[in-house]
């Protein structure tokens, strides 16, 4: 496997960064996690916004252009031959010295694409759902570290899935410090009820994902009414269905939440329909290119 670093494709063996990286030092930087389904990535452009947005907000200047990123990331798929990858863009404000002052790192920035296969989850979650739980850990507040960033500081998140798994459960839902439903470790969650689907605002603690977005807009289209909305996890215990959306994970049905079953805990009607359209939309909504 090769890997892109700093504009060289190297084997994944000499793929190496210096211990004084700010990425691995302190997780100053910012990432991506992207897909390409049979020769399409999915939503590259909406992926490189949020990047750049990502930096941006944490001062972090990235000297390649957003069509240079894009150029090597698909230089790095065709060189893995790769036409259904998960695709993991890094970039870290690179190499400093041991203080936190990120001037010392200034023009040093590590950029590195990983081009890879990924299951995030066994196939039978998918066909028969996921039983997940609420986790002590809150969602960091968006005054602190604001959950918009994609960012390399990510043990938030790790604590939250340490939890789950330190019960026995795949999957931790995150509450916000107010105690609202913010979204998973790494996904965004959604509701049905009474034919409505609901997922909270952003501003409640979630990163705006793509594949929610893709999933507003399938929902659009199968003109079922979606919303926005403040959640607490009494709706979550009493909805007809619950998914979560994200590139790594797709989309993945959940039926039982801290012991409570939803609906009938079984993958809903609705939660299949979607994950049949999202299948069908990574067939169409992707940037083109040839091993
Ligand atoms: C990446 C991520 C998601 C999912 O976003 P997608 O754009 O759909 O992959 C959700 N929550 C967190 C915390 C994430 O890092």
Redesign the pocket.
Known sequence: MKVYLNGKLVDKKKACISVFDHGFLYGDGVFE?IRSYDGLVFKLKE?ID?LYESAHSINLDIRLTPKQMIDAIIKTLKANELKDAYIRLIVSRGQGDLGLDPRKCRGNETIVIITDKIKLYPEKLYKEGMEIITVPTVRNVSSALN?QI?SLN?LN?ILAKIEAVNSGFQEALMLNAQGYVA??????VFILKNGAMYTPPHYMG??K????NAVIGIAKKLKISCQEQVLTRHEIFVSDECFL????AEIIPVVKVDARAIGNAKPGKVTKKIMKEFKKLTKTAGVKYNT
């Open positions: 996690g992926h949020r959950p994609k990510y998140n979204e998973c470790t790494g996904d965004n979630s990163l994902g793509i594949t929610r959306t994200g590139t790594a």
